[in-house]
């Protein structure tokens, strides 16, 4: 290749990249005029994908990592979710931490929460990988963070976001109006929640003994009504505390499980053996009902909280979760989490289109 045609690449690959973000975002802001509803679609088998490979991630966590685990096919690695009517835009690492420089990120909330805060530092490293970064660890909060951007990706672990306190006796009691953790929280810029799976555990995986509620306790309640009440306390403390025009706040919307067939189609069946995704754009389970309680409480707000509404296009994959290529193998079917690469990195994908129109 001679010389001027060397030239020309490079100055083709400087105006990319300097002028692919800006297309990403005049693009987002189309979808927004025009009303696209991202959330509403269909997953395609796209052979680019996925973003990553697990390899390239030295530090994801030995659940999440299908391939490595064992995982024969590859199929679930090559759907990407087509928004109808209009595009997602792709994923683009460096944009991200230039709009967020300076800035820091918290996601709170459970193992669900981690699967999307590990798929985000994934992305994000492997679209940089030369760009420095440091990972630290203390109880309950993990920090990533790219010193030359000055950007933190935090994760705090709190499954129900309100409080679980431990009495003298050592009886556990789940607080349903206390949320006393919320401390924690703030001073970040961007806030993303998630709570719902540990509030359907009982026998030896319930972390509690009693409910709480003012000057009521319960053995147990109906787990729904107790996640709305809970629920209700996280959007008060939001009210309370946050100043929407410093803080950002998401809520990641409630990830679903495949244990039942039925809800698919398939009497009988998990989400083991599963390679393809259910077709076309609606779940035939129906809506998931801890969603539309979420839906509720956040209509009820006057805080601007945007919901990262990924039930129905997680409901569709029945397939990309790690089975018996988790962390527990044969002895724990897993269809709650998700594999990485896979599903979470949609989330993060719809989450910098969100982020795009806001900074």
Same mark, same amino acid.
């Given at each position: 290749?001679?010389?001027?045609?060397?030239?020309?690449?490079?100055?083709?690959?400087?105006?990319?990249?300097?002028?692919?973000?800006?297309?990403?975002?005049?693009?987002?802001?189309?979808?927004?005029?025009?009303?696209?509803?991202? /959330?509403?679609?269909? #997953?395609?088998?796209?052979?680019?994908?996925?973003?990553?490979?697990?390899?390239?991630? %030295?530090?994801?966590?030995?659940?999440?990592?299908?391939?490595?685990?064992?995982?024969?096919?590859?199929?679930?690695?090559?759907?990407?979710?087509?928004?109808?009517?209009?595009?997602? %835009?792709?994923?683009?690492?460096?944009?991200?931490?230039?709009?967020?420089?300076?800035?820091?990120?918290?996601?709170?909330?459970?193992?669900?929460?981690?699967?999307?805060?590990?798929?985000?530092?994934?992305?994000?490293?492997?679209?940089?990988?030369?760009?420095?970064?440091?990972?630290?660890?203390?109880?309950?909060?993990?920090?990533?963070?790219?010193?030359?951007?000055?950007?933190?990706?935090?994760?705090?672990?709190?499954?129900?976001?309100?409080?679980?306190?431990?009495?003298?006796?050592?009886?556990?009691?789940?607080?349903?109006?206390?949320?006393?953790?919320?401390?924690? #929280? =703030?001073?970040?810029?961007?806030?993303?929640?998630?709570?719902?799976?540990? #509030?359907?555990?009982?026998?030896?995986?319930? %972390?509690?003994?009693?409910?709480?509620?003012?000057?009521?306790?319960?053995?147990?309640?109906?787990?729904?009504?107790?996640?709305?009440?809970?629920? =209700?306390?996280?959007?008060?403390?939001?009210?309370?505390?946050?100043?929407?025009?410093?803080? =950002?706040?998401?809520?990641?919307?409630?990830? %679903?499980?495949?244990?039942?067939?039925?809800?698919?189609?398939?009497?009988?069946?998990?989400?083991?053996?599963?390679?393809?995704?259910?077709?076309? /754009?609606?779940?035939?389970?129906?809506?998931?009902?801890?969603?539309?309680?979420?839906?509720?409480?956040?209509?009820?707000?006057?805080?601007?909280?945007?919901?990262?509404?990924?039930?129905?296009?997680?409901?569709?994959? =029945?397939?990309?979760?790690?089975?018996?290529?988790?962390?527990?193998?044969?002895?724990?079917?897993?269809?709650?989490?998700?594999?990485?690469?896979?599903?979470?990195?949609?989330?993060?994908?719809?989450?910098?289109?969100?982020?795009?129109?806001?900074?």
């Amino acid at each position: 290749m001679g010389s001027f045609a060397i030239s020309v690449v490079l100055l083709l690959s400087v105006f990319i990249q300097i002028h692919g973000a800006d297309y990403h975002t005049e693009e987002a802001r189309e979808n927004a005029r025009k009303g696209c509803d991202l /959330f509403h679609g269909s #997953w395609v088998f796209d052979n680019s994908y996925p973003l990553y490979e697990s390899s390239e991630c %030295p530090f994801i966590e030995k659940e999440f990592d299908c391939q490595k685990n064992g995982r024969p096919d590859k199929y679930y690695l090559k759907y990407k979710w087509q928004p109808t009517g209009c595009n997602l %835009p792709r994923f683009n690492g460096e944009d991200f931490l230039r709009r967020l420089r300076g800035k820091s990120l918290l996601f709170v909330g459970d193992s669900l929460s981690l699967n999307q805060w590990q798929s985000l530092t994934c992305m994000i490293h492997t679209a940089v990988p030369h760009a420095k970064y440091t990972l630290t660890r203390a109880g309950g909060l993990s920090i990533f963070t790219f010193p030359s951007y000055n950007v933190k990706l935090m994760f705090f672990r709190d499954a129900f976001l309100v409080d679980i306190v431990s009495e003298s006796s050592g009886i556990r009691v789940l607080e349903l109006d206390s949320i006393e953790t919320g401390k924690l #929280w =703030k001073g970040a810029d961007i806030l993303i929640f998630d709570s719902w799976h540990w #509030w359907l555990h009982s026998g030896r995986k319930q %972390p509690w003994d009693f409910i709480q509620e003012g000057n009521h306790v319960y053995r147990d309640m109906n787990r729904l009504v107790a996640y709305e009440k809970g629920l =209700k306390t996280w959007a008060k403390w939001v009210e309370d505390n946050v100043d929407p025009n410093k803080t =950002k706040v998401f809520f990641q919307g409630v990830s %679903p499980d495949h244990l039942d067939g039925v809800k698919w189609g398939q009497p009988g069946a998990n989400c083991e053996k599963q390679i393809l995704p259910v077709s076309g /754009f609606k779940y035939p389970g129906g809506p998931h009902t801890a969603e539309l309680v979420l839906e509720k409480v956040l209509r009820a707000m006057s805080k601007p909280v945007y919901l990262l509404n990924v039930t129905t296009l997680s409901q569709l994959r =029945k397939d990309g979760h790690p089975s018996i290529y988790g962390h527990g193998g044969h002895r724990d079917m897993d269809c709650s989490h998700w594999c990485l690469p896979g599903v979470p990195d949609t989330w993060n994908m719809l989450l910098y289109a969100a982020l795009i129109q806001n900074y």
